[in-house]
């Protein structure tokens, strides 16, 4: 459908992957690995290309073969708590999030997958690899949030934050959604911007930001890598806070029915 080759075309564009070359077609066997994609739904996103990367061949799959690496995920439960701990609640997110991970160019082969040619459903199917971490590798998640883990320590080490707020960032980032809480404007606006920056130094793009306060939003556009007004919460409609409703204009959150006990 229109909406898929739209997703999927946006790897290249983007250049999250890649059209094989044709005198690279060939792999030794061992050495490459074609996976499976579906489109997967979101009631507040774009849809998203997952790869099923657990299908097996022969008996061999691409994640049963990988390390999945540790969980790195900070405590959720901590994160909510701190997150109403403040006055000046603002939340943020990472765009394309795994997308931003590079993979070893030799790695690249492993994470093959077909295409139609020009996106003509009639013309030939070409190969593609991905560049990048993808959705549905068992160790995407660890190898991103370390990513962003080596990103702040390199910027305690050059001087750009200390130590202190960046295990702060760290600790209220919950993959790619950060959730934080500051007694004043001033200080939420200070450190929005400068986690902002520090992360683009990676290219990762803090985007999407919310706030309980307005004036934080506004002042966030201040920065070279800022990103359009589309993207940002101007207004008081309800959030989703890590799966949680947030109603920004009350800055309260809102829960569903609970279960019913037996």
């Given at each position: ?5 739209k ?9 999250f ?12 066997p ?14 507040r996103?774009d ?6 990367a ?5 008996g ?7 390390m999945?690496?540790p969980?790195?995920l ?24 795994f997308?931003?991970?590079?993979t070893?160019p030799?790695d ?12 003509d ?21 660890c190898?991103s ?11 305690v080490?050059?001087?750009?934050i200390d ?5 702060q ?12 809480s500051?007694d004043?404007?001033?200080e ?12 683009w ?19 966030i ?8 007004l589309?993207?940002?919460q101007?207004?008081?409609q ?12 009350r800055?309260?959150?809102i ?8």
């Amino acid at each position: 459908c229109r909406e898929y080759t739209k997703a999927i075309t946006k790897y290249e564009a983007n250049n999250f992957s890649e059209q094989v070359p044709l005198k690279e077609l060939h792999v030794q066997p061992g050495k490459g690995s074609w996976l499976c994609h579906h489109g997967v739904k979101h009631e507040r996103k774009d849809l998203r290309i997952v790869f099923d990367a657990s299908r097996k061949c022969n008996g061999i799959s691409l994640n049963g073969s990988i390390m999945q690496g540790p969980d790195l995920l900070s405590s959720l439960l901590g994160i909510l708590l701190r997150f109403r701990q403040r006055p000046i609640a603002v939340s943020a997110d990472i765009a394309s999030f795994f997308h931003c991970v590079r993979t070893p160019p030799e790695d690249a082969d492993f994470a093959r997958y077909c295409w139609f040619k020009d996106n003509d459903p009639d013309g030939p199917v070409v190969d593609y690899r991905m560049r990048c971490h993808l959705f549905g590798g068992i160790s995407s998640q660890c190898c991103s949030v370390y990513s962003v883990w080596r990103t702040l320590d390199d910027a305690v080490h050059a001087g750009a934050i200390d130590e202190q707020e960046a295990v702060q960032i760290l600790r209220d980032l919950y993959s790619d959604d950060l959730l934080r809480s500051y007694d004043t404007v001033a200080e939420a606006v200070r450190s929005s911007l400068l986690a902002k920056e520090i992360l683009w130094n990676s290219k990762f793009n803090l985007t999407k930001f919310a706030s309980s306060h307005h004036e934080v939003v506004k002042a966030i556009p201040g920065v070279a890598c800022s990103e359009p007004l589309k993207d940002m919460q101007l207004d008081d409609q309800p959030k989703s806070a890590l799966g949680i409703t947030w109603d920004i204009a009350r800055d309260e959150f809102i829960y569903g029915k609970f279960p019913e006990e037996n």
